[in-house]
């Protein structure tokens, strides 16, 4: 894969014009969007395939989004980059003949990825969640075998705007409300690439206890231990959800079928230790809850 000097499409809307992005005066929103890397295990030598996927975006959407993927390219070799099924999934974008919504620009260790549109219609905008782009390549034939190689999300490398040789620290993610940008918050959480053989590391538990718990007046069942976000998977989603929760629970409340299926440790409640074995779930560190 060549590294681009000059992006086309939605790339280049977004540092060249940035109308949709960063140089218009910003205001913060309360909501925060996840923008969560997969974790995969690949032998040396061998191809692996990472996903980067958006989830609780707001109801209003996104406009723009853009950030970037820092990897070790001693490690991992970077073969392809795609949109995924999120940035892929809008239709109907009539500035899009010319200017693709979604692009992407690499370097070495580095790839810069963004999705924007130049239309007010909200309805042509990013919303629900999924995955947004997946990079594959291969890993280095003499990489270490139980090395973990880190995917971490970080801003874009590029200039606040052209010339003000100040350096971007900010997540751009958010649409424009009056000519005034409406950013909102985002929680990075890495991925990684372990060395290794190939074994399967499914954080989807399979086979589920049948405990209850009493909650006003009527009992609720484990859907899926461990699925505090009930989405139907065990993620390090869920462990985020948790953390969110104890850290503010007027704001970040979970549903009642949540608290059951997140108290992975039988304490009878959520705690930060909920969080952490749901973590190492997804790591690979343990092989079941």
Same mark, same amino acid.
């Given at each position: 894969?060549?590294?681009?000097?000059?992006?086309?499409?939605?790339?280049?809307?977004?540092?060249?014009?940035?109308?949709?992005?960063?140089?218009?005066?910003?205001?913060?929103?309360?909501?925060?969007?996840?923008?969560?890397?997969?974790?995969?295990?690949?032998?040396?030598?061998?191809?692996?395939?990472?996903?980067?996927?958006?989830?609780?975006?707001?109801?209003?959407?996104?406009?723009?989004?853009?950030?970037?993927?820092?990897?070790?390219?001693k490690?991992?070799?970077?073969?392809?980059?795609?949109?995924?099924?999120?940035?892929?999934?809008?239709?109907?974008d009539?500035?899009?003949?010319?200017?693709?919504?979604?692009?992407?620009?690499?370097?070495?260790?580095?790839i810069?990825?963004?999705?924007?549109?130049s239309?007010?219609?909200?309805?042509?905008?990013?919303?629900g969640?999924?995955?947004?782009?997946?990079?594959?390549?291969?890993?280095?034939?003499?990489?270490?075998?139980?090395?973990?190689?880190?995917?971490n999300?970080?801003?874009?490398?590029?200039?606040?705007?052209?010339g003000?040789g100040?350096?971007?620290?900010?997540?751009?993610?958010?649409?424009?409300?009056?000519?005034?940008?409406?950013?909102?918050?985002?929680?990075?959480?890495?991925?990684?690439?372990?060395?290794?053989?190939?074994?399967?590391?499914?954080?989807?538990?399979?086979?589920?206890?049948?405990?209850?718990?009493?909650?006003?007046?009527?009992?609720?069942?484990?859907?899926?231990? *461990? +699925?505090?976000?009930?989405? $139907?998977?065990? #993620?390090?989603? @869920? /462990?985020v959800? &948790?953390?969110?929760?104890? =850290?503010?629970?007027?704001?970040?409340?979970?549903?009642?079928?949540?608290?059951?299926? *997140? +108290?992975?440790?039988?304490a $009878?409640?959520? #705690?930060?230790? @909920? /969080?952490?074995? &749901?973590?190492?779930?997804? =790591?690979?560190?343990?092989?079941?809850?």
């Amino acid at each position: 894969m060549k590294t681009k000097k000059i992006v086309i499409g939605a790339m280049a809307a977004a540092m060249l014009s940035l109308s949709v992005c960063s140089i218009a005066p910003a205001v913060a929103a309360d909501e925060t969007v996840q923008i969560s890397a997969s974790k995969t295990t690949a032998e040396a030598g061998k191809e692996f395939t990472v996903e980067v996927s958006l989830s609780d975006i707001p109801s209003t959407g996104l406009q723009c989004c853009n950030f970037a993927i820092e990897y070790d390219s001693k490690v991992l070799k970077i073969t392809d980059i795609k949109a995924g099924t999120l940035a892929g999934s809008v239709s109907g974008d009539s500035s899009s003949s010319m200017l693709p919504n979604f692009g992407n620009y690499s370097e070495e260790g580095l790839i810069s990825v963004a999705w924007s549109t130049s239309v007010d219609d909200s309805s042509k905008w990013l919303k629900g969640e999924g995955t947004f782009v997946t990079i594959s390549g291969t890993v280095a034939s003499n990489a270490a075998e139980g090395t973990v190689s880190k995917i971490n999300i970080v801003p874009t490398d590029r200039e606040t705007f052209s010339g003000s040789g100040v350096k971007n620290d900010e997540f751009d993610c958010g649409y424009l409300k009056d000519g005034v940008k409406v950013n909102f918050n985002v929680q990075a959480n890495a991925g990684s690439v372990t060395i290794g053989s190939d074994v399967t590391t499914t954080t989807t538990v399979t086979t589920q206890t049948t405990t209850t718990t009493s909650q006003g007046g009527s009992t609720i069942e484990v859907s899926l231990k *461990g +699925d505090a976000n009930v989405d $139907g998977r065990v #993620t390090v989603a @869920d /462990a985020v959800a &948790i953390l969110q929760s104890i =850290a503010n629970q007027d704001k970040y409340a979970l549903k009642p079928q949540g608290k059951v299926n *997140g +108290d992975v440790d039988g304490a $009878g409640g959520i #705690t930060a230790n @909920d /969080a952490l074995m &749901i973590q190492k779930l997804d =790591a690979g560190a343990i092989s079941s809850l």
